[in-house]
């Protein structure tokens, strides 16, 4: 019985997380081998792909010509030339900017005004501007690209595939952070590790929809469907996931699944950018669920209050952990004696006797490590578990991200080793953004009258 009420309270919340555990730990084991399409072939029977890069500005984000370039040169590759590049910007300086490059431009009029924000207004834009060239049929498949988005040839093969066994009428394959690794502040870079872990989960979401989570960019859907669908959700800031919903209540079962195509992508590269990303995407998801039925609303709480309830568990565990051990390995070395209660001493003789008495004492001496029982062995081995599968994200995470990088081995193994040690730090900011944006969002709705200070658009750097 744990009598100790912090103890207690740390031992609830990590229990919350293990069905997420066990859940992300069973799709990773069933999704490996079809995560990343392989064994793939060029079949000369090519439909027609419109690749549509949305971004603020091309202009002010010179990475846009590094994603229509790689597009370019990876149809090359396979010899795929029925395609078209079309960059929706709200820049008008655009046209100049990509005049030389091999792309359609289509610049959002400042006097649209659909039922959308940001990017869906945007997306919107495209979907009626489409409609007026005779775009929007079944023949036509719009694959979604970001400012900072990057597509390999694999990538290709895997949508023509997905589209010639007709899988679907969205698809989906796994995103990846190796871009300005290097550039991006190192805690950011790291942090990303677990959003390229959390693509095993996406498989099953996508196979089976609703999608509780579908990301906005290496997102290959019909002209026609996004036609009928369109983007005009309201005032929310998480439109890629109410779009996937939307798709499953006109569609069906069937109307998702898996493309497999990699997409390359990089991470935030500083603090602030990671904290303002995490914020809208959970503040969208908050947003949505109330349009969702009872059974993925309920889905979409637990996720929520995931998001809320990791950084306190973070929080309460690093506390406990400092607490616990650092007596402990202070009295393996007597020469420090250490207290909660009184201030650090130092005794160099008893530690030269300690060190000289080492190879007769060495059961004494490590078993402050071991005597504490804080949980009985079967709850204690269920959230060991729990544990490994959160590190586990970690470091599968930053594999596939440095696998695509041109980092030498040796400082691969070495950002896994720090990934290690730091992982708790890094877990805290990765989690922070979700226990502020909570608190933020039923706040604002409380006190500020829905006066929602988030719809601020806030542009990340590239």
């Known amino acids: 019985m744990i009598s100790n009420p912090t103890i ?39 439909p027609q792909i419109i690749f549509q890069i949305t971004t603020r500005s091309a202009t002010k984000t010179a990475v846009v010509k590094r994603g229509i370039d790689s597009i370019i040169e990876s149809c090359n590759k396979i010899k795929y030339y029925k395609y078209e590049i079309m960059v929706v910007t709200e820049d008008y300086n655009d046209i100049d900017t990509l005049n030389s490059s091999l792309c359609r431009v289509v610049c959002v009029s400042k006097k649209f005004k659909p039922n959308a924000i940001k990017k869906a207004r945007a997306l919107q834009y495209a979907v009626e501007f489409r409609r007026k060239i005779n775009q929007h049929s079944s023949d036509y498949w719009i694959f979604h690209m970001d400012d900072e988005s990057y597509v390999v040839r694999q990538t290709i093969l895997s949508l023509l595939k997905f589209i010639r066994e007709k899988k679907g009428v969205a698809g989906e394959g796994p995103i990846f952070y190796p871009l300005k690794f290097d550039v991006a502040n190192r805690i950011t870079a790291l942090a990303e590790s677990p959003r390229s872990f959390g693509c095993f989960e996406c498989v099953t979401h996508m196979n089976n929809p609703p999608p509780i989570h579908m990301h906005g960019s290496n997102l290959l859907v019909r002209s026609d469907v996004e036609d009928i669908i369109g983007w005009e959700f309201g005032p929310i800031l998480a439109e890629d996931q109410r779009f996937g919903y939307e798709i499953y209540k006109k569609y069906g079962k069937n ?44 889905r ?46 130092f005794d160099i003789s008893v530690w030269i006797d300690r060190l000289t008495h080492l190879s007769n004492s060495s059961n004494d001496l490590f078993k402050p490590l071991t005597d504490i029982q804080v949980f009985d062995s079967s709850l204690g081995l269920v959230l060991l578990f729990s544990s490994i599968i959160w590190l586990m994200s970690y470091q599968i995470g930053l594999f596939l991200n440095l696998r695509y990088t041109k980092i030498s081995f040796i400082r691969r193994i070495l950002l896994h080793i720090q990934t290690l040690i730091f992982c708790p730090f890094i877990g805290l900011i990765e989690s922070f953004p979700g226990f502020y944006s909570v608190i933020e969002y039923y706040f604002s709705k409380a006190f500020r009258k829905n006066n929602l200070k988030f719809l601020d658009f806030y542009v990340v750097k590239k």
């Open 8 to 46: 207690l309270f740390a031992t609830i919340l990590w229990i919350f997380f293990i069905p997420k555990a066990i859940i992300l730990f069973y799709r990773f084991v069933k999704n490996s081998k079809r995560f990343i399409e392989k064994d793939l072939i060029r079949v000369p029977n090519d």
């Open 255 to 298: 109307s998702m699944g898996w493309h497999g195509g990699v997409l390359l992508e990089q991470p935030p590269l500083n603090i602030k950018d990671h904290f303002m990303q995490r914020r809208r995407w959970i503040i969208g998801n908050l947003q949505n669920i109330e349009n969702f039925s009872k059974l993925f609303k309920l």
């Open 300 to 345: 979409l709480i637990y996720r929520c209050t995931s998001f809320f309830l990791s950084f306190i568990s973070g929080l309460i565990s690093l506390i406990l952990t400092f607490y616990v051990n650092i007596p402990k390995v202070s009295s393996i070395f007597s020469f420090i004696n250490f207290d909660w209660t009184y201030h650090m001493g």
